[in-house]
């Protein structure tokens, strides 16, 4: 019953971040690459959601602790906080959601340097157990949380990097106190280092913003259940970007943007993937055991050169972003995007669309997913995020006074 329940409760974590499948062409080229905890992956805030998960190199908000830490020594508020919540899998249950706060604080006396900090907390809903059919055993909560802090500063007038520290707890597994077998979690630290660059040419009579930004992420240990049986690479990725904004007209401006992403994990051995027969299985084995040894630093470098099917795969475990954002004074936003994965690593594709508005102190923002494939259930996610800009807060203050 216990090893049931605990895989039940993985592969359920697994759905949040691929869920999707492949049709696949008879070949068994289906062959994504498999992380632990999972939900550090998704997405938390309507903004970068809304154009097709992305903001790597989008003007700086309270959430770029998840898209790239170092756009912080370019904001423009003093401080600023966001609370994001997202119904997640919400066409299938309707008790799982990722809950993010984020925020930042300008330091120093340049406006040059940033501190941040967010806290995630993913909730799989409750899961009964049973011993045999119709008897109600435990009752869990799994979930998964991290909590996170991040410095960044500007090297130029156009240059910033960042860094990010995170813990990281996984409780998705349970123990009876007669079983002997305490493991009901797993913890883990990371790191983030990322960089932004912004420019303002000009084109035609225009000042337009070109914007490019990076953001390795999650570099960091392995996390186990089973005493280090069986360990998960965390869900170390590489995010390239880039963003134009220009001027339509007067108080109307257009930005659009790209994102690519790349998992820099190991792929794991199939043994669809060797000959039969004994020296396939043994051959299989080994690269198995090599996998789960290997380090995760090991793991980042190997990840460019390690799928079976060569450059092909490797360009297949690229992920791509497209978006635009409309912005009416800096008070009205309109967005959408599109995001695409390869059908033999995951297929998830989408588009996302979703709106913003904005006064002095607070900002709410919407989005809207839209899966191609109907039976996706990631079809009709739904994101909102409140900000809170501590400038416009202190302005209105100052005027009540």
Known sequence: MKVTSRI????LCACAAMPAFAAGDGKNEFNPVETGVTSLSIAPD????????LGAATDPDANSQFWNPSKYAFAYSQAAV????????RKLVNDIFLADLSGYYKIGSNDNQAISASLRYFSLGEVSTSEEPGIVGQSLN???MSIDLGYSRKLSEKFSMGVVFRYIYSALGFSESYAGDQNTGA????ADIAGYYTTYPIIGRNECQWSWGWNISNIGSKVSFDGGENPAFL????RLGTTFMFPLADYHTLALSVDLNK??????????????????????IDKLQDWKNMSPITGIFKSFSDAPGGAKEELREITMSFGAEYSYNQQFF???GYYYENEYKGNRQYFGIGAGFSLNVVRLDASYMMATAQTSPLDQTLRFSLTFDMDGLRDLMGKRR
């Open 8 to 11: 039940f409760i993985f592969l």
């Open 46 to 53: 309507a903004r970068g959601a809304s154009m097709g998960d």
């Open 82 to 89: 966001s609370l994001n919540y997202t119904p997640w899998l």
């Open 142 to 144: 799994p979930y998964e």
């Open 187 to 190: 913890s883990a630290f990371s």
């Open 235 to 238: 869900p170390t990725n590489l």
């Open 263 to 284: 998992l820099l994990v190991p792929t794991k051995p199939r043994r669809s993937d060797f000959p039969d027969g004994v020296e396939g299985e043994e051959e299989y």
């Open 334 to 336: 309109l967005r959408a």
